[in-house]
Nanobody, 127 residues
Framework: QVQLVESGGGSVQAGGSLRLSCTAS????????MGWFRQAPGKEREKVAT????????DYADSVKGRFTISLDNAKNTLTLQMSSLKAEDTAMYFC????????????????????WGQGTQVTVSS
């Protein structure tokens, strides 16, 4: 059973930084997508950043390009989102998610391929 546990959220002033982590357990094979998504009150959940575990590929929402960095530590099964130059509009609940195994990396930007979700961690940016 796949489990995802996020940590690292909190409150920060605009212009500040936060680092989110997601530890995954329960996977017995390789080749899947992992990503960060967020949902603000009254809005739909949106993609923030994604990557393929077996491919040097990353994808970012236009709104976070140049400010956020997604990375994966395979040895620790930990997905990280480094967030810098935070803005008030980054305020949301942030979720870690993974696909099932053997999903082609070209599909990783698409939210529909993500099957397993963490409980979320709140990020609040004050202006």
């Amino acid at each position: 059973q796949v489990q995802l546990v996020e940590s690292g959220g909190g409150s920060v002033q605009a212009g500040g930084s936060l680092r989110l982590s997601c530890t995954a357990s329960g996977y017995t094979s390789r080749g899947y997508c992992m990503g960060w998504f967020r949902q603000a009150p009254g809005k739909e959940r949106e993609k923030v950043a994604t990557l393929g575990t077996d491919h040097p590929y990353t994808d970012y929402a236009d709104s976070v390009k140049g400010r956020f960095t997604i990375s994966l530590d395979n040895a620790k099964n930990t997905l990280t989102l480094q967030m810098s130059s935070l803005k008030a509009e980054d305020t949301a609940m942030y979720f870690c998610a993974t696909s099932r195994a053997s999903v082609p990396w070209v599909l990783c930007p698409h939210q529909k391929v993500y099957t397993y979700w963490g409980q979320g961690t709140q990020v609040t940016v004050s202006s």
